[in-house]
């Protein structure tokens, strides 16, 4: 029989809607292979998507519901599957801008994934400044588990220019499941796991009966008087649309290292401390409140050791927690919040289950696109009203991949909002840069590249108390180009 969505999997089908597309992205940036006298085209793209797809084969099945919904749905191989429909091409007007870019990505990520069709969609999109061009990937929520399957962009990505060889893919899909069989699988699944169909049944009726939303589908409850003051008070929580507006900052790895060395604490808690930064004088520009003891609660995705006795993890799914901190942004000395948060998430690394960038980085197989898909379900399963934002921080490797001979410049995550949500934050470190992917929702923040200048000003705040006042003049001309704001 075929594999049946999880409870968690058909939570995040019905918690969709037009204002809150479940998918997770990312946007990557390549250059042009150096040794290949046909470049990269849309047809390399097919091409490597073809041989590699078969490491991730629910990417070529489709949700197929049960007659009567008396379960969830299954998985079935779709027989009608087009590599081109899911693989797609898009340009812009030579010489591209980065921007232009950004106002693609916004577009592409605004729109739903087709339900009767494998859940993923792929873009080449060419005519970038420098001959450049940029890899657009979306994959829904409930297609990324990290158990069963990993993220696309995890296999097709190689450690050399020399793409690695792959065996013949023969794949065939099978036939579909007739009606009758699908209800002999439902009863064959409540009498060996009575209590998971139970679940998977009271997950069904709630989208049937219009609760909508991951906290609701959960049975969550609405948080008490003072988090919905506290909801109504932040520029964060807005009535979500169903347009997104992206951008992207980019930063240098050491740069956080030195804060590092400086203050102690860890890469991620100096991102938070970025972040803290950037919330406190973006909300200042918009006349917010940043009272001494005014904070925003920051729902931040961490990774954690497996239980398992014999020391193998049962799937990389297993690995990813929620955690939340409270990002101090009432704080006027950048020190002090740091080490504020560095104090918070102290906690986490005391429980002898935290795991390091350097063993996260080390995972076999690893590519920071699935753990980011991981890391957005975990949130959207664990966020409540009185949360003000998600940041998921995936350590990624410190030398160059390629995808077909193409080296990848650069990769920004585009984190999913949840309904009330105005902005998430996504941030991938990788070869030396930590790239930060901004997603808002476009009505709520037209000021998105306000913000992202306001996150590069706080890095540099935070790196003059690591060189003294004298260069401080020199770090706030170097800070300008580092912002790459969004088009209007």
Not at 208 to 237: C, F, K, N, P, Y
Not at 255 to 264: C, F, I
Not at 325 to 339: A, F, Q
Not at 387 to 399: A, C, K, L, M, Y
Request: proline share 6%.
């Amino acid at each position: 029989m075929p594999d049946r969505l999880t409870s968690l999997d058909l939570t995040f089908l019905a918690a969709e809607s037009a204002a809150t597309p479940m998918h997770v992205g990312t946007v990557d940036i390549f250059e042009p292979p150096e040794h290949t006298e046909d470049g990269f085209d849309y047809e390399s793209l097919v091409a490597l998507i073809r041989d590699r797809i078969a490491f991730v084969p629910r990417y070529r099945q489709r949700v197929q519901q049960v007659p009567g919904r008396f379960a969830g749905p299954v998985w079935v191989d779709d027989e009608d599957f087009d590599i081109t429909f899911h693989v797609r091409r898009s340009a812009l007007p030579r010489p591209g801008t980065h921007a232009q870019l950004l106002e693609l990505v916004a577009r592409i990520m605004s729109r739903r994934l087709d339900r009767a069709r494998p859940l993923w969609e792929m873009y080449l999109v060419e005519g970038l400044q420098g001959d450049r061009f940029a890899i657009i990937a979306k994959s829904h929520q409930a297609l990324v588990d990290g158990s069963s399957t990993v993220d696309i962009g995890q296999v097709v990505l190689d450690s050399t220019a020399h793409p690695r060889e792959t065996p013949v893919d023969s794949w065939q899909p099978e036939h579909p499941p007739s009606a009758l069989e699908l209800l002999a699988g439902v009863f064959s699944d409540a009498m060996r796991h009575p209590t998971a169909v139970l679940e998977l049944a009271r997950a069904e009726m709630a989208s049937l009966t219009g609760q909508t939303s991951v906290r609701e589908v959960l049975g969550d409850v609405v948080g008490s008087v003072v988090a919905q003051r506290h909801v109504q008070e932040s520029s964060l929580h807005v009535k979500t649309s169903g347009q997104r507006r992206f951008t992207t900052v980019e930063t240098s790895l050491e740069d956080y290292r030195k804060v590092r060395a400086m203050h102690g604490g860890t890469v991620n808690d100096v991102v938070l401390a970025a972040v803290a930064g950037a919330l406190r004088a973006w909300m200042m520009t918009r006349g917010e409140s940043v009272s001494p003891t005014r904070g925003v609660r920051a729902v931040v995705p961490v990774s954690i050791r497996d239980d398992e006795e014999d020391g193998e993890p049962t799937s990389l799914g297993s690995r990813v927690i929620a955690s939340t901190v409270n990002l101090p942004v009432g704080e006027n000395s950048p020190v002090m919040r740091l080490h504020q948060i560095s104090y918070q998430t102290k906690a986490h690394k005391d429980t002898g289950r935290a795991v390091s960038a350097r063993s996260l980085v080390g995972i076999a197989g690893f590519a920071p696109t699935t753990l980011h898909a991981l890391a957005a379900r975990v949130a959207a399963t664990t966020i409540r009203p009185a949360d003000d934002v998600v940041i998921t921080n995936v350590p990624g490797p410190q030398f160059p991949l390629f995808a077909a001979g193409a080296r990848m410049l650069a990769s920004y995550p585009v984190v999913p909002l949840l309904q009330g949500q105005g902005l998430a934050v996504g941030v991938t470190s990788y070869d030396g840069k930590v790239s930060f992917g901004l997603n808002a929702d476009r009505t709520a923040m037209p000021d998105l590249a306000v913000f992202a200048q306001c996150l590069t000003d706080a890095l540099d705040e935070l790196v003059d108390t690591t060189t003294g006042s004298r260069n401080r003049a020199a770090r706030g001309r170097k800070s300008k180009p580092r912002t790459k704001k969004a088009g209007a």
